[in-house]
């Protein structure tokens, strides 16, 4: 298998008709066919309700099986329809992974009374009042399921916390009172410390809800054959259950190289570092550090520095465990992190930087690639994204030159292999027009080259005697330049 690449095959505000899955089984053998061998899937598991796009969980064992929360399908489809996804996608040498989101739990269908200390929500190891009795949404019985796969009943203590008392109708950040129970010490500091998120947040302290959670990791790779995981929110809970979840899985599974990757949302690549070293690299991350940098580059024009771009990222010190990408759910319009959403012009040189470099794993969005549903509708940008992975699937081999000499205008050169032996020569350009003179190789002298990209049409370039030519890139944009066909 050559490069390979990534893509998240969903965006926020798909419509909730149930035809997901179908459409991810149609579109698998175009999909393979641009050299996409890995797939993010939404959250498969049955959340709250259909609306849910998926990180308001309910039952994790409910792959659109049972009638619960309003219908039998999740948001994306039916349990048959997914299998079928996933069957159509191993027949094409492509993986699928599953968004598993094991922070929270969501959609409880009993309240619970039970002593609980109010902290400070910009703090939560201050705690501003004493012990009360509250009323809290933590009695989950799955009455659709009745107890297939599992007959687990989760009650408070199963929970380290939630933000809203149904007694007192007041919502305030609330730490379950119990032998033992605190916060995880092994999650982020952000907020003193960052293990609440959201809904019933759950206890890995609690040896029942570890072996629960890890009996169901080994129960959905082997009944599903997905080939690995997005890990939902992983700095908000305990590390040390995620390295022993995934080891059990792994080694329960027989699938000792089963792929993870973990959202990690922190600009600091010591953090993400210090993340991976501690899962000892069996563990990859989103390179959030690289997304900050192409943020700032697009805000800023030709003001950033782009010799500094991949400066403090991940892909930069752990190329072989950053995900790369540009966009994702959590950035698009009317999302979370809207305000950290990469300006449209710079989106083609931020792909062009994930999918025509030799290192990380790059991930395409979606709503970049195809699209954004209301209410905030986009075109996307299908036709660059497109031309990119088959240039990444066809021609991004072999030894990579930079030429990362100019604040506004840089390049590089993929020089091929013996199986790929024609490569390309990229320039960025995000002030005005230019050029960048590099070296392609003498065996490449008198060759007429062209930009593959379209961007600049009707024109060619002749590398010269010595290997070298300036090519060039218009002002805020990129070219990739190869040999005419």
Known sequence: MGNTSMIQFFEWNLPNDGNHWKKLQKMIPELAGLGIHGVWIPPPTKAQNTNDVGYGPYDLWDLGEFDQKGDVRTKYGTREELEAAIKEAREHDVDIYADIVLNHKAGAEKTEKFLAKEVDPDNRDVVIAEPQEIEGWTKFEFPGRKGKYSDFKWHYYHFTGVDWDQKGQRKAIFLIEGDGKDWSDEVDQ??????YLMFSDIDYNHPEVVEETKKWGAWIVKETGIAGFRIDAIKHFDASFTKEFLDHVRTTTGREKL???????????????????????KLSLFDIPLHSNFLQASKSGRDYDMTKIFDDTLVAVKPFNAVTFVDNHDTQPGCALDAQRVEDWFKPIGYALILLREAGYPCVFYGDMYGLNEPHEHPGFTDVITKLLELRRDHAYGKQDDYFDHPDTIGWVRH?????????????CTGDDGFKKMFVGEDHAG????????????????VGEDGFAEFKARGGNVSVWGEKQ
Do not use: C, R
């Open 190 to 195: 952000e907020m003193g410390n960052d293990d």
């Open 259 to 281: 792929f993870a990757v973990g959202e990690s949302w922190k600009d600091d690549v010591g953090f993400l570092t210090d993340q991976l070293n501690f899962h000892e690299d």
């Open 416 to 428: 091929g292999d013996e199986e790929h032996p024609q490569g390309f020569a990229v320039v960025v």
């Open 447 to 462: 060759e007429k080259w062209v930009d593959l990209l379209g961007h600049i049409p009707d024109e060619e370039i002749e």
